[in-house]
C-alpha cells in the first residue's frame, strides 16, 4: 500500500500544501471545473441510468458506504471520446495547474467526430473506502451537470480549508435526475456526512490506532497511540 492514496494520507503528512494555499487553489479552480479512468481503481457513473459501478467488483456502492475524499487529489483535463469509447485523455492535479494543463488548442485532432464525441471537459478526485481494506478509487466526469457537482464539492471543501475549519469530506455516492427538453437523465451526487480532520483520516488509516470509522464520523478524539486488539 506504500504507493496508494491511504499510504499516504496515513502518513501523517497531510496535507503538503498548506490548507490556506490549497483552499485558494480550489476556490480558483472551481468555477473553471463547472463551466468547462486511466490505471488503478475506479468508480464510473452513467448519467442515462443514474447507476454507478466499481471497477474492481462491478456493483455500485450501497447507499450507506462512506468514502474519504483526499482534496489534494482533486483533476481536471480532457477527455477524447469516440464510438463509446475514450480515445485519449490527458489530466493533472488542480494544484499542478500552472505547470501541466493543457490548453484546448493544443489537443490532437481525431475528427471526423460523431454528434457528441471529441474532446469533453473532465473533473475528477481521488477517494479512499471506508470498509476495511482503504482502497484507493478515482471518480472523474465529463458531463456538464458532472463537473457542476464537483466544482460545488471544490468550492466548500476550499470555503473551509481557507477558513481553518476541517476540510477532509466523508462521503456517499448519489444521483439526482433532472430533466432538460423533455429528456431525463441523472447527475453525480456527493452527500457529506461528515468533515473531518487531516490527523483523523491518518488515525483511521493507521493499523496501529484504535479509530474506526463511527470515530472518524463522529469527531471522537483522536487517540495518541492505543494499539487496535
Same mark, same amino acid.
Given at each position: 500500500? %506504500?504507493?496508494?492514496?491511504?499510504?499516504?494520507?496515513?502518513?501523517?503528512?497531510?496535507?503538503?500544501?498548506?490548507?490556506?494555499?490549497?483552499?485558494?487553489?480550489?476556490?480558483?479552480? %472551481?468555477?473553471?471545473?463547472?463551466?468547462?479512468?486511466?490505471?488503478?481503481?475506479?468508480? /464510473?457513473?452513467?448519467?442515462?441510468?443514474?447507476?454507478?459501478?466499481?471497477?474492481?467488483?462491478?456493483? %455500485?456502492?450501497?447507499?450507506?458506504?462512506?468514502?474519504?475524499?483526499?482534496? /489534494?487529489?482533486?483533476?481536471?483535463?480532457?477527455?477524447?471520446?469516440?464510438? /463509446?469509447?475514450?480515445?485519449?485523455?490527458?489530466?493533472?492535479?488542480?494544484? @499542478?495547474?500552472?505547470?501541466?494543463?493543457?490548453?484546448?488548442?493544443?489537443?490532437?485532432?481525431?475528427?471526423?467526430?460523431?454528434?457528441?464525441?471529441?474532446?469533453?471537459?473532465?473533473?475528477?478526485?481521488?477517494?479512499?473506502?471506508?470498509?476495511?481494506?482503504?482502497?484507493?478509487?478515482?471518480?472523474?466526469?465529463?458531463? %456538464?451537470?458532472?463537473?457542476?457537482?464537483?466544482?460545488?464539492?471544490?468550492? @466548500?471543501?476550499?470555503?473551509?480549508?481557507?477558513?481553518?475549519?476541517?476540510?477532509?469530506?466523508?462521503?456517499?455516492?448519489?444521483?439526482?435526475?433532472?430533466?432538460?427538453?423533455?429528456?431525463?437523465?441523472?447527475?453525480?451526487?456527493?452527500?457529506?456526512?461528515?468533515?473531518?480532520?487531516?490527523?483523523?483520516?491518518?488515525?483511521?488509516?493507521?493499523?496501529?490506532? @484504535?479509530?474506526?470509522?463511527?470515530?472518524?464520523?463522529?469527531?471522537?478524539?483522536?487517540?495518541?497511540?492505543?494499539?487496535?486488539?
Amino acid at each position: 500500500m %506504500a504507493t496508494s492514496l491511504a499510504a499516504y494520507a496515513a502518513s501523517a503528512n497531510l496535507p503538503t500544501l498548506s490548507a490556506e494555499d490549497l483552499g485558494a487553489s480550489l476556490l480558483a479552480a %472551481a468555477d473553471d471545473v463547472k463551466t468547462g479512468g486511466g490505471g488503478g481503481l475506479y468508480l /464510473q457513473f452513467s448519467g442515462k441510468t443514474g447507476q454507478y459501478k466499481l471497477s474492481d467488483t462491478g456493483e %455500485a456502492p450501497s447507499k450507506n458506504d462512506m468514502f474519504i475524499v483526499e482534496p /489534494q487529489h482533486f483533476i481536471e483535463g480532457w477527455t477524447c471520446w469516440m464510438n /463509446q469509447k475514450v480515445k485519449d485523455r490527458h489530466k493533472w492535479a488542480i494544484s @499542478e495547474r500552472a505547470e501541466k494543463s493543457v490548453s484546448r488548442n493544443d489537443l490532437e485532432d481525431f475528427s471526423p467526430y460523431k454528434q457528441s464525441e471529441g474532446w469533453k471537459e473532465m473533473a475528477g478526485f481521488g477517494f479512499i473506502s471506508t470498509d476495511g481494506g482503504a482502497k484507493m478509487y478515482t471518480f472523474e466526469n465529463t458531463s %456538464a451537470s458532472g463537473r457542476n457537482s464537483i466544482s460545488d464539492l471544490m468550492k @466548500e471543501i476550499g470555503k473551509r480549508a481557507s477558513a481553518g475549519e476541517p476540510y477532509m469530506p466523508v462521503i456517499k455516492f448519489a444521483e439526482d435526475k433532472f430533466t432538460v427538453d423533455d429528456n431525463t437523465n441523472s447527475k453525480p451526487m456527493f452527500p457529506v456526512e461528515s468533515w473531518v480532520t487531516n490527523e483523523a483520516v491518518g488515525a483511521f488509516l493507521n493499523d496501529d490506532v @484504535e479509530y474506526d470509522v463511527d470515530d472518524l464520523v463522529d469527531g471522537a478524539k483522536v487517540p495518541k497511540s492505543r494499539k487496535k486488539n
